[in-house]
């Protein structure tokens, strides 16, 4: 078989061994108990750009610390219905003995306005993150090009059944390249 013939199957291969690894990449972190998110603010900009997806590990909230990075939820005043990836910048403990959170993004020159308190006993800690993958969670958040990815595959497939269809129905050749002629029979 030449090069030029292997090339489709290898390309082939290739596209299934790149799912294969993007899927794995994918699950992996789920399976090891990481959460991950992806940023889609500037207010974290120099530690983590747009499009880096954060990796962080659910711990106890006694052991947050001043500067661990969490991603929460901003009380219902803060006017913010959205999860924020921000640096912790002061813990500290009210009257009643209840903790009481301020975070502030690292290209922010302010600490955010409000304070929180967190509702459950753990909370995601930022342990890794890697740059430029969000991307493509933020594209596949698109309705239109989830539509494009997943059904120009599904279009190539029909298209592909269809012409094995319209070939197996096509009349076989006959002796010269043409169209055999129909058979028929006489009865007597």
């Given at each position: ?178 169209a055999r002629p129909a058979v ?5």
């Amino acid at each position: 078989m030449s090069a030029a013939m292997r090339l489709p199957h290898f390309l082939g291969n290739a596209v299934i061994a790149l799912v294969i690894v993007g899927s794995l990449a994918f699950m992996l972190p789920s399976l090891l108990g990481y959460e991950r998110y992806v940023i889609t603010g500037g207010s974290m900009a120099g530690t983590f750009e747009i499009g880096s997806v954060v990796f962080e590990e659910p711990v106890p909230v006694e052991d947050l610390r001043v500067g661990d990075v969490i991603t929460y939820l901003p009380p219902a005043e803060a006017g913010i219905d959205n999860l924020v990836t921000h640096r912790i910048h002061r813990i500290r403990q009210t009257a009643e003995g209840e903790t009481v959170y301020r975070t502030k993004g690292d290209a922010n020159a302010d600490v955010d306005p409000w304070t929180f308190r967190l509702e459950s006993d753990r909370q995601p800690r930022m342990s890794f993150a890697v740059p430029a993958v969000g991307h493509v969670f933020i594209a596949l958040a698109d309705r239109a090009t989830r539509i494009v990815v997943t059904g120009l595959p599904a279009a190539l497939v029909a298209l592909a059944s269809l012409v094995q269809l319209l070939r197996a129905l096509r009349p076989a050749p006959g002796p010269t390249g043409g169209a055999r002629p129909a058979v028929t029979t006489r009865s007597a």
